[in-house]
């Protein structure tokens, strides 16, 4: 019996909420933020058309107004949690054609919105430049992990990972490295990755590498149709 009484008063509750949704009225005094942009392009009767009516135009541009400044402070946050703001405390130099390597960095950007420390450069773009890191050339990059601290101190092997790691609230990874017997077994470990990384990720041999960088460049010397943005 319950069931049936609660049944009823669903049906007869809902018969009254569609009875009102169908009064034109209604639709307008919603709250603004559930009214869209494009009821200009509704035709209504002209003797209930609301667009005619200057408070109706001041009600959507209040909205447009408001999608605007929403859409800018978004771009300003963003701005303010750039990964290479200017209060970077170290700069990573990465080869962005290692899709091993990618996977670290990926993860190492992702944490870095948070804090905002680590600058990212990709030693693989064409507009690397090796006068504004320390002037590591590509070569030399390559052939191990290097990464700049903010006064110019270049870091290399496992101590720029663990560099990297304590920017971002993950110093524990490789704590343990800064006693020496470990690091050192931790570098030789390292070495031998970073010296077969290409041929484990599928690539061809350094020499290959730096003829056709070497090519490119040739021909992109004098032309942007190069430049990767």
């Known amino acids: 019996m319950a069931m049936r009484v609660a049944a009823a008063y669903a049906a007869s509750s809902a018969s009254a909420t569609i009875a009102t949704l169908k009064k034109p009225s209604l639709l307008f005094s919603l709250p603004r933020h559930n009214l869209s942009p494009t009821f200009h392009n509704i035709i209504l009767p002209s003797h209930s058309n609301p667009i005619t009516k200057p408070g109706f135009q001041w009600h959507i541009r209040a909205i447009s107004e408001a ?107 490789y704590a343990i490295t800064k006693y020496k017997p470990i690091g050192t077994i931790a570098d030789s470990i390292y070495g031998v990755w970073a010296k077969y990384r290409l041929q484990i990720t599928g690539r061809p041999p350094m020499e290959e590498i730096l003829e056709a960088r070497k090519k490119k460049g040739e021909v992109c010397k004098d032309s942007n149709a190069c430049k990767i943005y």
């Open 67 to 173: 999608a605007v400044e929403a859409a800018s402070s978004k771009k300003e946050g963003e701005d303010h949690q750039s990964p290479n703001n200017k209060d970077w405390k170290i700069k990573m130099l990465y080869d962005g054609d290692c899709p091993l390597c990618m996977r670290e960095v990926d993860m190492l950007r992702e944490r870095n919105k948070s804090y905002g420390t680590i600058k990212f450069v990709d030693i693989s773009s064409d507009d690397y430049s090796p006068e504004e890191n320390q002037n590591l050339d590509y070569e030399t990059v390559m052939g191990r992990i290097h990464a700049i601290l903010s006064d110019g101190t270049v870091v290399k092997d496992v101590e720029a990972f663990r560099r990297l790691y304590e920017q971002v609230g993950l110093g524990w990874v």
